[in-house]
């Protein structure tokens, strides 16, 4: 369990943070980050090492973000395979089709 309760309790930035923070001007990354924030302070590492959350990064051939409607049953059914369902349909359809 977090002791992190609040969001007001965030801790104040220092220049340590901001330097080891990652830079982005209109949505480019203009130096990448090179620390992360851990419960005991920043800890140096690598940029490679640093785990971004969310999406995944991109590839020669980019995912499209597409609105899809599917039965109720079978969206409940890989919904319920946990983590990962989305992409457990794109594996089937790609194996449905033959590619």
Request: aromatic share 6%.
């Amino acid at each position: 369990m977090s002791d992190w309760i609040d969001p007001d309790d965030a801790p104040f930035l220092t220049k340590e943070m901001a330097e080891m923070g990652q830079l982005t001007i209109r949505g480019r990354v203009i130096r990448p980050a090179t620390g992360v924030l851990t419960k005991d302070g920043m800890k140096r590492v690598p940029p490679y090492v640093i785990p971004i959350p969310g999406r995944p990064p991109e590839r020669d051939e980019p995912k499209k973000q597409v609105t899809l409607r599917l039965d109720a049953d079978l969206l409940e059914r890989f919904r319920a395979t946990g983590a990962g369902w989305q992409s457990r349909i794109n594996a089937t359809l790609r194996k449905a089709v033959g590619i």
